[in-house]
């Protein structure tokens, strides 16, 4: 590989594997993984602080005023910080879930986090995933998957992650939510969820964690040859 900057783009909806086969893939790749899934997060729970509501599209604009979200890299292991403050933890919430998809079809968020992302990409090869990486923030990425797995697969990994922390949600909970954030993130106006025409697809349902990470790397790598 050369010295030039490699930007990888993996877009999909929740739930698909992006984040744990991604952060692996990058790992070994020596590349750093950027999860933007977690600004939007963490717009979220500033607005769920201030009582906000989250479907408010003028109260969400206003509520960028004066804070700031950051992402730092310890160790390859990206951190958010909402005005300074490590949100990292706070953010998983289903709650701030939710509050991520409502805030995240607003323009005036979307714009407010662009160059965060724009400018990571620009100076760290990386593998970068959300939603609009590949269509809207990085277009000219030299390698872009949309990554998917049917919505039951999806519930279920997410269900079996929640339970681990000691969440107390439902499977069917955790399934309608998802439903829901499907549709809130793929039917916005603005950099709805969608592969790239220059992506390669990606069905993750019945595939294996190690699968998955081993399917993404001979896809970056046969690219990038
Ligand atoms: O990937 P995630 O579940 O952490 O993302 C949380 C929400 O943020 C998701 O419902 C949609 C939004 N999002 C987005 O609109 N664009 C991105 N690039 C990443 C996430």
Same mark, same amino acid.
């Given at each position: 590989? @050369?010295?030039?900057?490699?930007?990888?783009?993996?877009?999909?909806p929740?739930? =698909?594997?992006?984040?744990?086969?991604? $952060?692996?893939?990058?790992k070994e790749?020596?590349?750093?993984? %950027? *999860?933007?899934? &977690?600004?939007?997060? &963490?717009?979220?729970?500033?607005?769920?602080?201030k009582?906000?509501?989250?479907?408010d599209? @003028?109260? %969400? =604009?206003? @509520?960028?005023?004066?804070?700031?979200? /950051?992402?730092v890299f310890e160790?390859?292991?990206?951190?958010?910080l909402?005005n300074g403050?490590?949100? @990292?933890?706070?953010?998983?919430?289903?709650?701030?879930?939710?509050?991520?998809?409502?805030?995240? &079809? %607003?323009p005036?968020v $979307?714009?407010?986090? #662009?160059?965060?992302?724009?400018?990571? =990409? +620009?100076?760290?090869?990386?593998?970068?995933?959300?939603?609009?990486?590949?269509?809207?923030?990085?277009?000219d990425?030299?390698?872009?998957? #949309?990554?998917?797995?049917?919505?039951?697969?999806?519930?279920?990994?997410? #269900?079996?992650?929640?339970?681990?922390?000691?969440? +107390?949600?439902?499977?069917?909970q955790?399934l /309608?939510?998802?439903?829901?954030? *499907?549709?809130?993130?793929?039917?916005?106006?603005?950099?709805?969820?969608?592969p &790239?025409?220059?992506?390669?697809?990606? *069905?993750?349902?019945?595939?294996?964690?190690?699968?998955? %990470?081993?399917?993404?790397?001979?896809?970056?790598?046969?690219?990038?040859?």
């Amino acid at each position: 590989m @050369s010295n030039t900057v490699i930007n990888v783009a993996i877009d999909g909806p929740g739930g =698909a594997g992006k984040s744990t086969s991604a $952060r692996a893939a990058a790992k070994e790749l020596g590349f750093i993984y %950027v *999860d933007t899934g &977690a600004l939007y997060r &963490a717009i979220g729970v500033n607005a769920l602080r201030k009582n906000i509501d989250t479907k408010d599209v @003028s109260a %969400v =604009a206003a @509520s960028l005023e004066g804070i700031s979200v /950051d992402l730092v890299f310890e160790n390859g292991e990206q951190k958010v910080l909402l005005n300074g403050e490590d949100v @990292s933890t706070e953010i998983r919430t289903p709650p701030a879930s939710m509050a991520a998809s409502d805030v995240s &079809a %607003v323009p005036e968020v $979307r714009a407010f986090l #662009f160059d965060l992302q724009r400018d990571i =990409a +620009s100076r760290n090869s990386c593998i970068m995933d959300g939603r609009d990486i590949g269509t809207v923030v990085l277009p000219d990425a030299q390698v872009k998957i #949309f990554l998917t797995a049917s919505a039951e697969e999806r519930a279920q990994r997410r #269900f079996a992650e929640l339970q681990a922390k000691g969440s +107390s949600s439902t499977y069917q909970q955790v399934l /309608d939510e998802l439903i829901e954030r *499907d549709y809130n993130d793929s039917h916005r106006e603005i950099a709805p969820l969608k592969p &790239a025409e220059d992506s390669v697809l990606l *069905d993750t349902t019945g595939v294996s964690l190690e699968e998955q %990470v081993e399917k993404i790397i001979n896809i970056i790598k046969e690219k990038i040859s």
